[in-house]
Structures are given as C-alpha cells and as structure tokens.
C-alpha cells in the first residue's frame, strides 16, 4: 500500500468569488474536519461548505485504480482553490478486487432511465426527498443498483477518514453523499451513515477514552443536484474544476499544432480549467446528473 502526500500551497485556483468563513474566536481553536473530496460536484461542494462553515479541512482522496482515475487531477485543483490545510492522496488497488464497472473491465452503463437514475425529473423536490429518504431494505433489493457500485467504497473511504480524524483529533468527517439524486448505491444511505458513525465510536481508542465524540456529516444528504449546485455557487465554487464522468473518453485527433493554438491532445473539458486529454462521455449516470442538475439549477453547464 503506498501513501501519497500532496501539499496544497500557494494562490486558490478558480474561486469565482471569496469564500466567506465564520471569524473564529480567538480564544478557541479553529476545529478540524477530515472531508473526502472525490473531485466530483458533491465532495467539492462539501468540502466548499466545511471550509465556510469555519473549520480547517484536511482533504482525503483517493487513487484506488479507479477507471475515473482523472478525478484525482481535479481532486487537486479543487483543494488548492479552497486553500485546504492539508490534500493527502492514498493509493491502493480496488481493481485487484473488481466487481464494479469502475474497477474492471466491465461496461459502464449509458443511457438509463431508471428509477435510481431519473427519479428527480419532478419539481416537486420535497416530496422526492421525503420519498429518498424512506428507501427500505425490501425498496432495495428490487432497486436496480448499477454496476457502477463498488464493494464497500464508502466503509472502505470512511474508515481511512476515521483513522486519519482520530490521529488529527478532529471529531468531525464530512462525506458528500446524498439521498436524492443517486445511482440506488446502499452506502450513501441516512441509516448507513447513522451506523458508521455509531461504530466510530465504539471502535476508536480517542472515543472509548472520551476524547472525541466523533460525527459524520453529510450536508447535501437532503439536497438534489441542482440544489446542490445553487449552494456551492453562492460559495464561489468554481464547478469548472470539477470532473464526474465514470467512463472518461480519449480525445478524438487533434489538428497539429499550429502557432498561438494549443498543443495536440490537450484540451479543456467540461469548459473548463481543468487540462486533460480525455473528455467525458456524457450518456453515464453521473454524466446525466451533472447535465440535470445544472439545467434545473440555471446554471450554464461546465
């Protein structure tokens, strides 16, 4: 298992406006928060609201030889725009495991209309919500979880930010998942969040010893993608730097390099800032949210 550390220095990148933060009481420490940033549109504007919210965030990610693996490019870049305290970068090897589409050689799904995938086309986003939030274990067995899903990603993720919280002494992990506009994947879950915190606190020694209560927080669990998106935009994220497409596609040829243009397979994706020669490929489930989302949200795509 190797670990990779990446420190975050120098001027934010890509903040449309400053990010405001509660002034802390000079009296007491600011309170860390241990935030896992995919580099994706939810765990960037998670780590958006931690940072607003006053806390001094330590960002996890995580390069698990993912098919996505240019996520982490703006995993990156979204870290050093909010002037995170800390990015670090652990890498291990899901693929080894598989029995996902993003960990095999398995096919993306493209296309779906499923229930899991559509089910927030209504305005009416109480109701959805309400109706998210009650999936049951019987709702889920005939729910069509895609094969996107990873085996225990969200156990696996939390438990590295738990091990990383307990040895910072921060009581708080923010995580971005969300009850409402999902794939149907059974760990970004109300009741599963509920149980992990509760064996972080059985399961730690700065727990047992009363040191630390610790706290799972999920702020967009409740929120759809364009509600979403509306709260990271009145932060100043700059959703440009973010990636979410699960199955990322070569860049088609490039005209060769001509003067004042710019250099072959290079481009910029998502309009955006962020360089890469792959471009999403726009028919996945999380391509289709994005689109969603920002279309009901009234925010030019990027």
């Not at 933060?21 to 241990?34: G, R």
């Not at 096919?107 to 229930?115: F, I, N, Q, T, Y």
């Not at 209504?122 to 895609?146: E, F, G, Q, V």
Request: positive net charge.
């Amino acid at each position: 298992m190797t670990f990779i550390k990446t420190g975050v220095r120098g001027q934010g990148l890509g903040i449309r406006k400053k990010i405001q933060s509660p002034t802390p009481n000079p009296q007491s420490p600011i309170p860390k928060a241990v935030v896992l940033l995919s580099g994706g549109i939810d765990s960037s504007t998670t780590a958006a609201i931690a940072k607003h919210e006053g806390y001094e965030v330590y960002a996890l990610s995580f390069d698990y030889n993912q098919r996505h693996k240019i996520e982490l490019e703006a995993a990156k870049k979204v870290a050093l725009a909010l002037k995170i305290k800390k990015h670090l970068v652990i890498k291990f090897n899901l693929r080894a495991i598989g029995g996902s589409a993003l960990t095999s050689e398995m096919e993306v799904p493209k296309d779906r209309k499923a229930l899991g995938v559509m089910r927030n086309e209504s305005k009416d986003t109480s109701r959805i919500t309400h109706y998210a939030l009650r999936i049951t274990h019987h709702a889920l067995r005939i729910t069509d979880i895609p094969v996107t899903y990873v085996p225990a990603r969200n156990t696996i993720f939390l438990s590295f930010a738990l091990a990383w919280a307990e040895a910072l002494k921060a009581g708080n992990i923010f995580i971005g998942a969300n009850a409402v506009d999902y794939s149907g994947y059974p760990d970004c879950r109300p009741e599963y969040l509920k149980a992990f915190e509760k064996m972080a606190n059985l399961a730690t020694k700065a727990s047992v010893e009363g040191k630390i209560r610790f706290a799972i927080k999920a702020p967009l669990l409740r929120l759809t993608k364009a509600e979403i998106i509306k709260r990271g935009t009145e932060l100043g994220l700059d959703y440009s730097l973010t990636w979410s497409c699960y199955d990322p596609q070569p860049l088609p040829p490039q005209p060769p390099l001509i003067k004042g243009g710019i250099k072959r397979g290079v481009v910029s994706t998502h309009k955006s800032k962020l360089i890469t020669s792959f471009v999403p490929c726009g028919r996945c489930d999380s391509c289709l949210f994005r689109a969603k989302g920002f279309r009901e949200a009234g925010v030019n795509p990027i």
